[in-house]
């Protein structure tokens, strides 16, 4: 079993759509974070988010937290084919441990 | 945030050969992580490299198999031994963002593939 299930596994949609991924986990964190990575590079940091209920925005990317701090939302507006890549969320604790991710495909 | 090269970027292997893959940070840091990140996985940690000390190993993996190397604060190895086609996986390193974020906040190398025929 997953600490951190996200879902949904795969998403293909056209570009212009806007949508939303899940990371969700029974487990308390003290942060999350999430991770994009694209074919042949290593995971690339997004956002961390710490405050229960904290909604940080990236551009086109709203991250939000759950208030007990054991989930978190990432959604994407008008979503670009640049978005394409595995989405990760993060949290740590004991050591840091990874969700399944969400493949995202965004086409033209 | 730490810059970190890896190498090789990519190889393929005969069965039970063994591989060494090397990570280099441009800044000196206390804790390196080795991960694995199996075909359409995530990644799992494999073992914590620590300088001066012995690495610390995540269940399931043993450093008969997964030997690693740390001999200063910018530098890693980690070997894969007597590989087989299940060791076919993506190999990254990573480090901590910064030293105020802890083990908590990590950047990544941009991972070793192996193929293991």
């Known amino acids: 079993t997953q600490l951190l299930e996200q879902s949904p596994q795969f998403l293909s949609i056209q570009e212009g759509e806007n949508l939303t991924v899940y990371c969700n986990s029974s487990?308390?964190?003290?942060?999350l974070q999430w991770y994009r990575q694209e074919p042949g590079e290593g995971p690339v940091l997004l956002v961390t988010v710490v405050t229960g209920g904290e909604v940080k925005k990236l551009k086109r990317l709203t991250f939000q937290f759950g208030d007990a701090r054991k989930d978190s939302s990432l959604h994407i507006t008008a979503a670009q084919p640049g978005d394409t890549g595995l989405y990760l969320c993060a949290g740590a604790i004991h050591d840091m441990r990874f969700g399944a991710g969400t493949r995202l495909t965004v086409k033209p | 945030s730490a810059v970190i090269s890896q190498k090789p970027s990519r190889d393929i292997c005969q069965r039970g050969t063994s591989l060494t893959i090397q990570c280099q940070v441009d800044s000196q840091v206390t804790m390196m992580f080795w991960y694995r990140q199996q075909p359409g996985q995530s990644l799992t940690l494999i073992a914590t490299a620590n300088q001066g000390s012995e690495a610390t190993y995540e269940s399931g993996f043993v450093i008969d198999k997964f030997p690693i190397s740390r001999p200063n604060l910018t530098f890693s190895t980690l070997t894969v031994s007597n590989m087989s086609p299940e060791d076919s996986s993506i190999y990254l390193c990573?480090?901590?963002?910064?030293?105020?974020?802890?083990?908590?906040?990590?950047?990544f190398g941009a991972g070793s593939r192996l193929t293991v025929l």
């Open positions: 990573s480090v901590p963002v910064d030293s105020h974020s802890g083990a908590n906040v990590l950047t």
């Open positions: 487990s308390v964190f003290s942060s």
